[in-house]
């Protein structure tokens, strides 16, 4: 299975723009990037998805560079309810790969 | 937007007993549903994919005659884990995929004691 490698932990304070990397050196050609959030006691919600490039919703912007091996999740102007763990999946769609978390990265955003 | 509806949300039981979890698909229909068990402070796994109709698929490790899946209809899939033990207490989610969606939609997870 493709494996993804995120930063354990990120501090941020409140109104900063917050990027959030993840590895994925052995994404296949078919594979897709998806992020998730999820809060404490709850299910994740899905922010983006992205193949090549950037792509951008009214939440997030996802930065994928040319070799498709990381990518970046940018959250604009965090506030304290951003705080949360952030995964990042990579495969096709309905794949085990899509369905496979890794650790996630817990932001904390600072007052 | 599409919601997966999961019950009950939080659920305390004796050792020994069987407890029942159902994921609802509310605006969407499923053929595949998948299950995940999450532990305190540590990533979702997944257990097994739910199949409309026919049996479902166990990821390696999770013992399929404990964590009963059912999914008879293209809304529901149900878990039950049987003969429950302490060490069965975890935060257990499900997910689907509404059709051409990007992304898959979770359920709001139950929480799982047993004492």
């Known amino acids: 299975l493709a494996k993804t490698t995120q930063p354990i932990s990120m501090d941020s304070y409140e109104g900063q723009e917050v990027n959030i990397t993840c590895s994925h050196n052995?994404?296949?050609?078919?594979?897709?990037i998806t992020w998730y959030q999820q809060f404490p006691s709850q299910g994740p919600r899905f922010i983006i998805q992205?193949?090549?490039t950037k792509v951008t919703n009214e939440v997030a912007s996802l930065f994928i560079p040319a070799d498709r091996k990381s990518s970046t999740l940018s959250l604009p102007r965090v506030s304290l309810s951003d705080t949360a763990v952030y995964y990042c999946?990579?495969?096709?769609?309905?794949?085990?790969?899509?369905?496979?978390f890794g650790s996630g990265t817990q932001l904390t955003v600072l007052p | 937007g599409a919601v997966v509806s999961q019950h009950p949300s939080w659920v305390i039981c004796k050792s020994g007993t069987s407890v029942k979890i159902e994921c609802r698909s509310l605006d969407f229909q499923a053929t595949t549903m998948f299950w995940y068990r999450q532990f305190p402070k540590q990533s979702l796994m997944l257990m097994a994919t739910?199949?409309?109709?026919?049996?479902?698929?166990?990821e390696q490790g999770v013992e399929k005659d404990k964590f009963l899946i059912n999914h008879a209809s293209l809304t529901l899939s149900t878990l039950t884990v049987t003969s429950a033990h302490p060490e069965d207490s975890s935060f257990y989610i499900c997910s689907a995929r509404p059709g051409q969606s990007l992304g898959y939609t979770f359920g709001s997870g139950t929480r799982l004691t047993v004492v």
């Open positions: 052995n994404i296949a050609t078919n594979d897709y």
């Open positions: 999946l990579v495969g096709t769609s309905g794949s085990a790969r899509q369905l496979t």
């Open positions: 739910s199949n409309e109709g026919s049996k479902a698929t166990y």
């Open positions: 992205g193949y090549k």
